[in-house]
């Protein structure tokens, strides 16, 4: 199926099954960091894969910094792609920043959507009062600045916080080199749409189920969020992963998936 959405999004599809699965990959990141988890659903869904614009091999032409200034923009695509191919009862597998993409498309067009998973997900990263998103406000400005100042070195530091998975140093290396390959101003719209985002608000309107797969030790999105999004999710199950670090669909395949499966299993 050839259309300039598909093509814009280059989305892939796969499996043997009639329910649709997308699969949406977080900041800095590509569809291909899906390859140790989609598979494993192939044999029971319709797989789908995809990147955003300024990701992957994405049309980078059709990039609008306008668009992208904020997570709604990256939404609208998300929906664009739902509509495209006529998706119902979607289940929607969102890692990181991406899991309030969903959220938002969710609240947007709630008739595509069947479930929510959400994997690492964060609503707010920016501590506040009593809430704990894991960042002092002027964290996030020193690294924004240093993504503007020296992107490659920004790569450098963000990639072993974010994976935190030190016997395994070669996706850190994958996940460095991913950054790397970004423009690193697309990057960097998108680096502050995501940190500066606060989708709290925007929890209570959700109406489809979800799973949220929270992670131990994770510096971008610690624990107590998992327990907040759990709180102000409706229709939400948490599990807390045994995977350290923000990329549990890379560094814990097995479990991610282990837990996908038991939840879709209880819930379908």
Known sequence: ???????????????????????????????????????A??????????????????DLTAYD??????????????????????????????????????VLAAIQA??????????????????????????????????????ERNYLGWASFLAPVAMKNEDNPDLTRELEDSFCSTDPEIATRFAKATFYADNRSDLPRVKIPSLILQCTEDSIAPKAVGYYLQHHLPHSTLQIMQATGHCPHMSHPEETI???KAYLAETL
């Open 1 to 39: 199926m050839t259309h300039p959405i598909l093509t814009r999004h280059h989305v892939c599809f796969a499996g043997q099954g009639q329910t649709p699965m997308l699969f949406a990959h977080g900041f800095g990141c590509d569809q291909t960091m899906w390859r140790w988890v989609a598979p």
């Open 41 to 58: 659903f192939a044999a029971d869904y319709q797989v789908i894969t995809f990147d955003y614009v300024g990701s992957g091999k994405s």
């Open 65 to 102: 910094p306008n668009r992208y200034q904020s997570l709604q923009g990256y939404a609208q695509d998300v929906l664009a792609i739902c509509d495209t191919l006529a998706l119902e009862k979607l289940i929607f597998v969102g890692h990181s920043v991406s899991a309030m993409i969903g």
């Open 110 to 147: 709630p008739q595509y959507f069947q479930q929510l998973i959400l994997v690492a997900p964060s609503p707010c990263y920016i501590n506040d009062d009593d809430y704990v998103g894991g960042f002092e406000r002027r964290d996030i400005e020193q690294l924004l600045e240093l993504m």
């Open 258 to 260: 282990a837990l996908m």
